[in-house]
C-alpha cells in the first residue's frame, strides 16, 4: 500500500511452497510497503536452508526455532545447536516455539521439556521469542514467568483478553492475519478492538492461514495488507495510524539491529 511500512512477523517463505516463485512474491510485497518478513525455524535441519535464503534478501530475518507440533523430529542434541546457531548467525529472535495441547498425541511433557529448554536459549542470549500457542495459553504463561526472557511475540493470538493482557505485562505483543477477514471470527474481531494498537502485531503466516479471500490456496505476505485492511475495519483509528503503529509495536519488541548472516 502507498506510503506505509509494514512488517510481518511471521512467515516460512524459506519452505518449498515458495520454491517456484519467491523472488517474485518478494518483489511484490517490496512494491506493496512490505518492508521486512520474519522468518521462523521449525526443525533443526531446516535452519541452514532458512539463513541461507534470508542471507540472500535483506528484507528477510531468521528466527531459529523447534516447533512443537515436530516433537518426534527433535533431537536432544538441538538445544546445543540452537544454542550454537545463536551466538553465530544473531537470529532476530528465537521461534518458532511453544505448546500444542490441540494435537492429542503430543507428549505435553516432552513439549515442555523442549520449550523451558529454547527459553533458557532465549534468555542467555537476550533475545526474544516467536510463540506458537494452541489450547495452552495458561501453560505457556506459567512457563513465561519463570524466565527472564524479553517479550516476543505470541503468534496468531486467539485467547482470552484476560490472557491477552497477562501476555502484554510480560512483554509481548500479539500477533493478528488472514483470521481477522472471515466473518464467522467473532471472537477475534472482538480482541481486536478492545485490545490496545500499542499490543497488535501483523504476520501472515504463510503459506498457512489464508484470509477469506485466498481461502483454500497458499497464504503469502503480499496479503498482509489485506490483513490490515480487516483490522482497520474493526478499529476506530486511520489505517495509516494502524500500519505506523504496528510496525512500530515489531520493532519494539524484535532484534531487527541486531541479525547477521
Not at 222 to 241: G, S, V
Amino acid at each position: 500500500m502507498c506510503g506505509m511500512n509494514l512488517i510481518d512477523t511471521h512467515a516460512h517463505i524459506d519452505v518449498s511452497a515458495f520454491d517456484t516463485d519467491r523472488g517474485k512474491v518478494l518483489e511484490q510485497c517490496q512494491q506493496m510497503g512490505i518492508s521486512r518478513i520474519v522468518v521462523p525455524g521449525i526443525m533443526a535441519n531446516t535452519w541452514d536452508r532458512l539463513r541461507e535464503i534470508c542471507a540472500a534478501n535483506p528484507a528477510l530475518y531468521a528466527s531459529f526455532g523447534l516447533h512443537p507440533v515436530y516433537l518426534e523430529q527433535h533431537d536432544s542434541a538441538d538445544i546445543g545447536v540452537l544454542a550454537q546457531y545463536v551466538k553465530q548467525h544473531q537470529p532476530i529472535a528465537i521461534g518458532e516455539i511453544g505448546l500444542d495441547f490441540y494435537c492429542q498425541a503430543l507428549d505435553r511433557n516432552r513439549q515442555q521439556t523442549l520449550f523451558e529448554a529454547q527459553l533458557g536459549v532465549a534468555a542467555n542470549a537476550a533475545l526474544p521469542v516467536l510463540l506458537h500457542v494452541r489450547k495452552s495459553h495458561d501453560a505457556v504463561l506459567s512457563c513465561l514467568r519463570k524466565t527472564t526472557v524479553r517479550g516476543g511475540i505470541c503468534h496468531a493470538f486467539n485467547g482470552s483478553l484476560q490472557q491477552a493482557h497477562q501476555y502484554i505485562d510480560l512483554g509481548f505483543k500479539l500477533g493478528f492475519g488472514g483470521m481477522l477477514t472471515f466473518e464467522r471470527s467473532h471472537k477475534l474481531h472482538r480482541l481486536a478492538q478492545q485490545l490496545p494498537l500499542e499490543a497488535i502485531v501483523l504476520e501472515t503466516d504463510a503459506p498457512d492461514m489464508p484470509g477469506a479471500c485466498h481461502h483454500g490456496q497458499r497464504n503469502s505476505p503480499e496479503y498482509l495488507p489485506e490483513y490490515l485492511q480487516a483490522l482497520a475495519r474493526l478499529r476506530p483509528e486511520d489505517i495509516h495510524k494502524i500500519a505506523a503503529q504496528t510496525t512500530a509495536n515489531a520493532e519494539a519488541v524484535l532484534n531487527f539491529a541486531r541479525t547477521g548472516t
